[in-house]
C-alpha cells in the first residue's frame, strides 16, 4: 500500500492527520509527541503521519533556531517511523534536499513559500515519495493545479496539496475555505494546515505571533468544506518551543479536539451520503 492509499482510504471515513512539533528539537520530545499522538489516532481510526522539519530554513531572524543538525534530526525522524510504524513527513528546501532526506520519511513536504519552484518539485517526485505541497499565501487555488502537474509529470501520482492560509495584509493570513473544493478538482486530498493558517507575520519582533485559540475553529470549518486531512502543529509546552510556538497546540488539548472533530468528520459524511 503506498502512503496516498494509506491516507485515503481508510474503512473509517475519517480525515488523516498529519501532527507533531514545528522542528525537531530532540529525539526524546519527537518520541514522547509521537507516543502521545500514535495511540490516540489508532483509537479514532485517523490515519496518521507524524510531522517533524528537520531543519527550518525559512526563519525570519538569523538567530532563530534552525535545528539540531541534518543527519542527527533525520535519524530521529527515522526512529519515530521505526519505533511506532507510522508514515513521516517533513520539509525540504533544495532539489538536492529531496534525496537527502528520503530515505528516512514517507512524505516530502514543499514549504509554501517554495511551491512554484520546479527543480524542488520535480526532485521530490523523483524519489518516488508522496509529495505534498503547501499552497503558497500569495497564490489563488486554482494556481496549484500547475505544481500537481509538475510533480505528475515525472510520473508520481502520489500527491496532495495543503491550504495554509493566505495574505491579508502585512501581519496577518485569513482562510478562504472556497479554495478547498477549487483543489480537490485537481484528483488531489486536500490538508488544511489549522495552525500556520493562523500566523500572524512579519510582527517587528522577527518572530511570528499567532492565534492557536481558534485551531479548533479552523479545524471544524476546513472538515465542513470537505478536508481530507487535517494538519496539526503540537507541543508539550509551546511556550518553549524552538521554533512556531506561538500558534502551537498545546499537546495535552489534542485528544479532546480529535474527539470532536471525529463526531463532526461522521456527521459530514452521513449528509454527504444523503
Do not use: W
Not at 47 to 54: A, L, R, T, W
Amino acid at each position: 500500500m503506498t502512503t496516498l492509499e494509506y491516507l485515503t482510504t481508510s474503512p473509517s471515513g475519517n480525515f488523516f492527520l498529519l501532527a507533531g512539533p514545528c522542528v525537531i528539537e530532540n529525539e526524546q520530545m519527537a518520541l514522547d509527541i509521537a507516543h502521545t499522538i500514535a495511540p490516540l489516532c489508532a483509537e479514532l481510526d485517523i490515519p496518521y503521519v507524524f510531522k517533524g522539519s528537520y531543519r527550518k530554513a525559512n526563519r525570519s531572524r538569523s538567530d532563530s533556531f534552525q535545528g539540531i543538525g541534518d543527519k542527527r534530526a533525520l535519524e530521529v525522524l527515522a526512529r519515530v517511523r521505526e519505533d511506532l510504524g507510522v508514515p513521516v513527513v517533513t520539509d525540504i528546501h533544495s532539489a538536492a534536499e529531496a534525496e537527502m532526506a528520503a530515505p528516512y520519511v514517507d512524505i516530502l513536504q514543499i514549504p509554501a513559500f517554495l511551491c512554484r519552484q520546479t527543480d524542488l518539485l520535480e526532485a521530490a517526485a523523483s524519489t518516488g515519495r508522496m509529495v505534498n505541497i503547501k499552497k503558497g499565501q500569495f497564490l489563488a487555488p486554482e494556481a496549484m493545479h500547475f505544481a500537481v502537474e509538475k510533480v505528475r509529470r515525472c510520473g508520481n501520482d502520489q500527491v496532495a496539496v495543503t491550504e495554509r492560509g493566505t495574505t491579508f495584509g502585512y501581519t496577518d493570513l485569513v482562510v478562504d475555505y472556497r479554495g478547498i473544493p477549487e483543489m480537490k478538482s485537481s484528483g488531489t486530498p486536500v490538508i488544511l494546515d489549522c495552525t500556520h493558517s493562523l500566523q500572524q507575520p512579519n510582527q517587528a519582533s522577527g518572530v511570528t505571533g499567532g492565534r492557536p485559540q481558534l485551531i479548533e475553529t479552523i479545524a471544524r470549518c476546513g472538515i465542513a468544506a470537505g478536508a481530507d486531512g487535517l494538519f496539526i502543529e503540537t507541543h508539550p509546552t509551546p511556550e518553549t518551543a524552538m521554533s512556531d510556538g506561538k500558534n502551537m497546540l498545546p499537546l495535552h488539548l489534542l485528544a479532546g479536539m480529535l474527539r470532536r472533530l471525529t463526531l463532526l468528520r461522521k456527521t459530514i459524511n452521513t449528509i454527504n451520503r444523503e
